[in-house]
């Protein structure tokens, strides 16, 4: 699915702020300091929480209704919505550190050089796969 939609509950933290709960996704805890932190903080912890579970092919479960929650004193319920083929870019996009061994010598020459490893190897390893793009931006036959 690309569009996921659930309630969060925000309940007021003893040390001020919000303290962010989905009753229908009990591995998501995160909080703000104020109310835009919150809402900013809850739609990150929900894309990061819901890419796992697609990641690892976990069930997605259906969102409650709203009216169906409890809310905690002083708090509120927000519906939160995340557009998952933006977070599947992003984090297809995001910069992986790598560790690799090359000759003295090597090394020496390339420093010399001014070579950028990072552009190099990404150059090479596209050149080596016959890729140019990331298959979430290619075109499906």
């Known amino acids: 699915m690309d569009r996921y939609i659930y309630p969060a509950l925000f309940d007021p933290c003893e040390e001020g702020g919000y303290c962010i709960t989905f009753p229908d996704l009990p591995g998501i805890v995160t909080e703000g300091d104020t109310i835009e932190e919150a809402m900013f903080m809850a739609k990150d912890a929900l894309e990061l929480h819901l890419y796992g579970m697609e990641v690892d092919n976990d069930p997605i479960p259906a969102p409650s ?66 890729i140019s793009e990331p298959s979430y931006l290619r075109k499906q036959p």
Do not use: C, D
């Open 65 to 130: 209704l709203p009216n169906s929650l409890t809310l905690p004193p002083g708090g509120f319920i927000s519906l939160i919505e995340v557009w998952m083929p933006t977070v599947r870019a992003e984090m297809a996009s995001r910069a992986v550190k790598k560790t690799l061994t090359i000759p003295h010598w090597l090394n020496e020459q390339a420093e010399k050089n001014k070579v950028n490893y990072s552009q190099l190897l990404q150059a090479a390893l596209k050149e080596h796969l016959g």
